[in-house]
């Protein structure tokens, strides 16, 4: 199959272009122009594309004799003039199911998130628009929606350092989540491309665990051998942030609106992703364990 991937150069689209490529696909990759891991891509055998979700025309030719549209992009944490999260995550995939339709493209596969999550912020909103347009789009699609990322939520993008026994999160840590591996979300978007079984449909995706932040901290604590230092913040702090800093810079605002809600549950039903994909899920304590190997 030809596939086009868009956010090729992140942790999920690259793990993606990386499994098309080990099954036998021809892959594209839409990336930006000076994107630092243009050159891994090539080296992995992708065709690296440049193009940008706010450039029509580049989407365009980016999405010519494709049959399938794999999108991972989001700019909530990208920089740049321009790139908000109305003209990227919105308007731009928009833009990009538009281009795949009048290029006769077959399928779009769309990585969304979590269905419990309410739309609370502008990212929220603008995933939940677009699965509607993904849904409308007349094309074959199948809309991922994976729970928390465990390579970023116990990660040092949000204060942790598994190696030194610190971390942090947001009200008491008792809610629950089945927190997922990158990896696994991967895997599911690899196998989205050619099995039909997830035509036209919604999947929820998680680990295997519905664990809280206390209960991961003991598994790390258990594994390490070692007690961890953690800092609560209060649910206040994420909150008042959400609401204050909406208007003025809706990409730190929806970072903190999921804080804001870390106080109650996201449990994953994995049924219809265990009967579409079969795929093993990746436990919290497997994840930890090739943490602190490496």
């Not at 809309?143 to 008491?172: A, D, K, R, V």
């Not at 979300?185 to 491309?193: F, K, R, S």
Request: hydrophobic share 45%; charged share 20%; proline share 5%.
């Amino acid at each position: 199959m030809n596939v086009l991937v868009v956010g090729a150069t992140g942790q999920l689209g690259f793990r993606i272009c990386a499994g098309l490529i080990r099954n036998g696909h021809q892959v594209r990759g839409l990336t930006r122009m000076g994107s630092a891991r243009s050159g891994e891509l090539k080296q992995a055998g992708v065709e690296v594309f440049h193009g940008d979700l706010k450039d029509v025309a580049s989407l365009d030719a980016a999405t010519r004799g494709m049959q399938i549209i794999v999108s991972t992009a989001t700019a909530i944490v990208a920089g740049g003039a321009g790139n908000s999260l109305a003209a990227v995550d919105r308007d731009g995939h928009k833009a990009l199911l538009a281009a795949a339709v009048k290029n006769g493209g077959q399928k779009f596969v769309f990585v969304s998130v979590s269905p419990g999550l309410p739309e609370i912020s502008p990212l929220l909103t603008c995933k939940r628009d677009i699965e509607r347009a993904v849904r409308a789009s007349g094309l074959q699609w199948t809309i991922l929606q994976p729970s928390m990322f465990m390579e970023i939520w116990f990660g040092p993008e949000l204060g942790w350092n598994l190696s030194q026994g610190t971390g942090q999160f947001f009200g008491p840590g008792a809610a629950r989540a089945n927190y997922i591996s990158i990896e696994d979300v991967a895997a599911c978007g690899v196998a989205a491309v050619t099995e039909p079984k997830s035509d036209n449909q919604d999947i929820p995706l998680g680990g295997p665990e519905a664990l809280s932040c206390v209960e991961v901290v003991k598994i790390f604590e258990q594994l390490s051998g070692r007690k961890f230092r953690i800092k609560k913040i209060p649910l206040f702090v994420p909150r008042i942030a959400a609401v204050v800093l909406r208007p003025f810079n809706p990409k730190v605002a929806s970072l903190m609106a999921f804080g804001a809600i870390s106080d109650r549950d996201d449990l994953i039903d994995l049924t219809k992703a265990r009967q579409i994909f079969g795929l093993p899920a990746t436990s919290l304590a497997t994840f930890a364990q090739k943490q602190f190997a490496s």
